[in-house]
């Protein structure tokens, strides 16, 4: 007899206005599977999972069902929770200011059958079963704002399987495990092995292949709206083989050619940089030199790309480009700017995005005094800009017009980038630029970068990916444990995860010019 499946959505289509962004897609997950749903940015997999949780309403001839029962379309939130679906979003959902009890609580605290009030005794109890049962060394009790990343991910877990029988339910994973270090991954791995052990089944969404490779049981493709490939098993599988599903064509490399010239011109120094977490920190970057910032995640360097760019001001440290010096103690964006640096960060939405604004709007406001005003005569500038930028990043929408709300997270991420590669500033700091953008999509803004950096422009590379730096940092500073600044060049991601994990793996030297 056929198993009944966990999730099954059929013919599941769904049409903005006249674009239709899903088209009769089907989605199989089984008892106790981890299954992938993967697919290029804008493919429509939020869009699925929105509809999953009832927060788009399908196209008519759907069809959904939790273990065997039909949901009514569109679903309605309690109807899902009550069949046991539950979703762990990107930013985890957590609360600070509360413990972790009211975290796991929220949405579904029990109330006390004569006061009415919530039972916390009930709540405490309920936290402290769902955190034992996953083996979470933590009290329903302990404030959420101090735990780190990797307790955060278990509280989030916890909440979502606060309703669920063990062995029962499906937990929607919605690029969760983004925020986690490297060394923890494979912790979360396994109590996430252990949840599916039980018979729960995980639907995990993720552009990070080499972990769908590693934690999925299969895999599903969604291209242009459309399922590529339905439920493939992983074993046997390669990166490429999924990247050739996702795009229909296979990813080249980044090939960085000419790497390690010498950069004898300086296009901007920081000096002495000092914060809670930094001490001193001195380096420059080259024109036309892409250089890297890396470090164990927590360790402070992160910060760097908001303290030199005016979005945090440091204790100390001046910043000095071909326009003059700045005390960065006493700066602002608008001073940094002023001065020729600028920052792509990495939380677009909050910090670099109109998002009632369209695409091309976006791009233009870091430019629109340096291209005259009145405003209509940049008018058409902008819209060139914004042409030029949609083709060269790829960026999928239906036309420069389109608000940056409509369009998927890795597509907004491609119209931060090209925001501020249209200012060419003297020095560029880029903090996580390939966040959530798929493997073509990556490529693509690798390539814009050196690109950059090929118009004269100094590049600052902040980030954590040892194949972003890699592939295109001519050196890589890597922020070791006493705060020092030691300097690699390499082209092997390998050697540059070895750096940030190891002390002794380096040869010395933080300003690099001579
Ligand atoms: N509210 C909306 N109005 C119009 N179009 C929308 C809306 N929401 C999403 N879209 C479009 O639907 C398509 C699919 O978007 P979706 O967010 O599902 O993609 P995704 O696969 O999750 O991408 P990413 O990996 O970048 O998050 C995109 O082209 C997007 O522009």
Redesign the pocket.
């Known amino acids: 007899m056929a198993t009944t499946m966990r999730l099954e959505a059929r013919h599941v289509s769904k049409t903005?206005?006249s674009?239709t962004?899903l088209r009769d897609a089907s989605l199989e997950v089984a008892p106790g599977e981890i299954h992938a749903l993967i697919?290029?940015?804008?493919?429509?997999?939020?869009?699925?999972v929105k509809i999953l949780t009832g927060y788009h309403a399908p196209d008519a001839g759907a069809t959904i069902s939790v273990d065997g029962q039909d949901l009514d379309l569109p679903v309605r939130w309690a109807d899902a929770t009550d069949a046991g679906v539950s979703v762990v979003h990107q930013d985890l959902g957590l609360l600070d200011h509360l413990s972790v009890s009211e975290n796991i609580g929220i949405g579904g605290f029990p109330y006390h059958r004569v006061t009415r009030r919530i039972d916390w005794k009930a709540q405490d109890a309920a936290a402290r079963r769902v955190l034992d049962r996953l083996d979470v060394p933590i009290k329903p009790k302990d404030p959420v704002g101090p735990l780190n990343a990797m307790r955060r991910a278990e509280v989030a877990i916890a909440r979502a399987l606060r309703d669920q029988r063990p062995g029962e339910g499906l937990v929607v994973l919605d690029e969760a495990t983004r925020s986690l270090p490297r060394e923890e991954l494979r912790r979360f791995h396994e109590l996430l092995r252990k949840v599916v052990a039980e018979g729960t089944s995980i639907l995990m969404v993720s552009?990070n292949l080499e972990e769908v490779l590693e934690l999925a049981d299969r895999v599903t493709v969604?291209r242009d709206?459309a399922v590529a490939a339905a439920g493939l098993p992983t074993d046997g599988l390669t990166e490429h083989d999924l990247a050739r599903h996702m795009l229909g064509k296979t990813v080249e490399a980044v090939g960085r050619e000419e790497r390690g010239t010498c950069h004898t011109e300086v296009a901007a120094r920081v000096d002495g940089l000092c914060s809670d977490t930094l001490d001193g920190l001195t380096f420059e970057v080259g024109r036309g030199e892409v250089v890297g910032l890396t470090g164990l995640p927590g360790s402070g360097f992160e910060a760097v790309a908001q303290l030199i760019t005016g979005g945090r001001r440091p204790d100390g440290g001046v910043l000095t480009t071909a326009v003059g010096s700045l005390d960065l103690s006493k700066a602002d964006v608008a001073s940094c700017m002023r001065l020729g640096a600028a920052l792509v960060p990495e939380k677009r939405i909050l910090e670099g995005l109109a998002v009632e604004l369209s695409i091309r709007d976006n791009i233009a406001i870091p430019s629109i005094r340096r291209r005259g005003r009145p405003w209509h005569v940049a008018r058409r500038w902008q819209e060139d800009e914004a042409r030029s930028s949609i083709r060269r990043l790829g960026i999928?929408?239906r036309s420069p017009h389109m608000l940056i709300?409509?369009?998927?997270?890795?597509?907004q991420q491609k119209v931060l980038f090209a925001k501020w590669l249209s200012v060419e500033p003297d020095l560029l700091v880029l903090h996580e630029p390939t966040q959530?953008v798929?493997v073509g999509a990556r490529v693509d803004i690798l390539r814009a970068i050196l690109e950059t950096a090929g118009r004269g422009v100094g590049v600052l590379l902040v980030s954590i990916e040892p194949s972003d730096l890699a592939e295109v940092c001519d050196r890589i500073l890597v922020h070791g444990h006493g705060g020092e600044l030691r300097e690699l060049r390499t082209a092997d991601p390998d050697e540059v995860l070895h750096a940030i994990y190891s002390e002794s793996a380096l040869t010395a030297g933080g300003t690099p010019h001579e």
């Open positions: 903005f206005g674009t962004v697919g290029q940015n804008g493919s429509g997999k939020s869009t699925l552009h969604l709206g999928r929408s709300k409509e369009l998927s997270g890795g597509n959530a798929d």
